[in-house]
């Protein structure tokens, strides 16, 4: 039987399991240390990034990502990432390249290629295209001589960490500083954008993500549904409005329409004494209640709530008036939590 020979020893042991985990991870944290170190005192480095996010944020076309194994595999991360924050970007696999697929990359376009050698042989048509069609290449790689770093408008050269992998030959702590090469390419350039939530919420619509980032007179009730009554009405009202409505609160409006107070179920069974159907809603409502924005996303009314510890909260527009009225039940149900 073919295949590779396992023996087991003691490496097998539940110590040495999590010895190895241990050391992964530590080897993992180092490598990211040593990026941030090479940051801060590699002017070249830091410059080279600086660049790079210029190039790709000032360009007219999209960013194209390239690279062959492990390499491709975080390029296809990277270009998913920048995609998904405004960016826009696609990965192009070298080999799909030689045959056809470089005719999606035009002038207007800046190649993003990843290689920890710098010297992948798969590449080279890559280099030649671009070079002819004078198409910008970024390149990330560990070999500040290699072809592909000296071939390459902006070479972002990140320094040599040791991998994981006892022999030294699973691209693990590489792969990784790649990514977060990517990542901080990513995060950047939306920054420099201004990329705002809104803007994520267009390119996250599924999902408790897109949930998430769902307005909150998305998910609001509006109109007639709102359990409302003016100043001075009496408690006898305010009861049936709160069953018939069917959120356990009545808000409370002066004059002028503005939400000048709340009556909820603890309110009624702090005044249970005396004649309270016959007070005005005024003596009893709980004044100042607590109030959202309509543009406000979701999760962050669901953080409010949790906070404060309501259910319920009224949406009101700059003045003060009531815009709609909602549930922590309505989040639930939209997939927030």
Known sequence: MMGLRHVKGEGHSPSAILDSIGRTLATATNGIKALAEHLATDESFARSLVEAVELVGDGHGRVVVSGVGKSGHIGRKIAATLASTGTSAYFV??????????????????????????????????????????????????????????????????????EACPHGLAPTTSAMLQLAVGDALAIALLERRGFSAEDFKTFHPGGKLGAQLRLVHELAHVAEQMPLLAVGRPMSEAVIEMSSKGFGVVGIIDGSGVLVGVITDGDLRRHMAGDLLGQPVEEVMSCHPKVIHADVLASAAMEFMQEHKVTVLFLVDEAGMPEGILHIHDLLRAGVA
């Open 93 to 162: 696999h070298p080999t799909e390249a030689s045959h056809g697929d470089l005719g999606m990359v035009t002038s207007d376009d800046v190649l993003i290629l990843l290689s920890w050698s710098g010297e992948t042989a798969e590449l080279a048509n890559m280099l030649t295209y671009a070079k002819r069609f004078k198409v910008p290449i970024v390149s990330i790689s560990s070999n500040r001589d290699s072809i592909l770093a000296r071939n390459s408008e902006i070479a972002l050269v990140l320094p040599k960490v040791p």
